[in-house]
Antibody, heavy 121, light 110 residues
Framework: QVQLQESGPGLVKPSETLSLTCTVS????????WSWIRQPPGKGLEFIGY???????TYNPSLKSRVTISVDTSKSQFSLRLSSVTAADTAVYYC???????????????WGQGTVVTISS | QSVLTQPPSASGTPGQRVTISCSGS????????VYWYQQLPGTAPKLLIY???QRPSGVPDRFSGSKSGTSASLAISGLRSEDEADYHC???????????FGGGTKLTVL
């Protein structure tokens, strides 16, 4: 079955750029939307953005100026870059698959295990 | 501050029925499907209810979802110790053109 695995540094300095990659295995990255979601310590989930396998993106307006999501279909990976990070960006970052071709009517049906990213000097 | 409002905690004894509410607005719950995710301690969220009331394969029928107007509810009947988890509601928001979540409800089985 399809599995997702996040990877990247667990510690990032303030003002630097957070970079994470999600590797898709057991299935095709094509024909799906792929998303990044985060969860600050002790808080709820926050949608960061999503990307279609073709490369089109949509971002959370509150993060849009700092976020870039990209896809590499040859490697079955999609990536997150979040610039100018602060302590408020400390969170568990999850990658997830959007189940259908219409995000507005779709769930996140497959999730990665999550990766902890701490922003600290 | 989450866009959707959930109670921070809920509790019940084994065998009881508990409900968790999720309140939104006309731009999100009022015009879109609601989803519920179960997050067991130390794990990633798992899809529990999709498109208001539907259950993915493998989810027991003890779990049910409903929606009315700008609010939704998750009901768990025949409560079991393994149901102790955080429950998150989610929906699409037309104003934001993206998903929004509730703050999560921590369910304790007494």
């Amino acid at each position: 079955q399809v599995q997702l695995q996040e990877s990247g540094p667990g510690l990032v300095k303030p003002s630097e750029t957070l970079s994470l990659t999600c590797t898709v295995s057991g299935g095709s990255i094509s024909s799906f939307f792929w998303s990044w979601i985060r969860q600050p310590p002790g808080k709820g989930l926050e949608f960061i953005g999503y990307i279609y396998y073709s490369g089109s993106t949509t971002y959370n307006p509150s993060l849009k100026s700092r976020v870039t999501i990209s896809v590499d279909t040859s490697k079955s990976q999609f990536s997150l870059r979040l610039s100018s990070v602060t302590a408020a960006d400390t969170a568990v970052y999850y990658c997830a698959r959007v189940e259908l071709g219409i995000p507005r009517t779709s769930a996140f049906d497959i999730w990665g295990q999550g990766t902890v990213v701490t922003i600290s000097s | 501050q989450s866009v959707l409002t959930q109670p921070p905690s809920a509790s019940g004894t084994p065998g009881q029925r508990v409900t968790i509410s999720c309140s939104g607005s006309s731009s999100n719950i009022g015009s879109n499907y609601v989803y519920w995710y179960q997050q067991l301690p130390g794990t990633a969220p798992k899809l529990l209810i999709y498109r208001n009331y539907q259950r993915p394969s493998g989810v027991p029928d003890r779990f049910s979802g409903s929606k009315s107007g700008t609010s939704a509810s998750l009901a768990i009947s025949g409560l079991r110790s393994e149901d102790e988890a955080d429950y998150h509601c989610a929906t699409w928001d037309d104003s934001l053109s993206g998903w929004v979540f509730g703050g999560g409800t921590k369910l304790t089985v007494l």
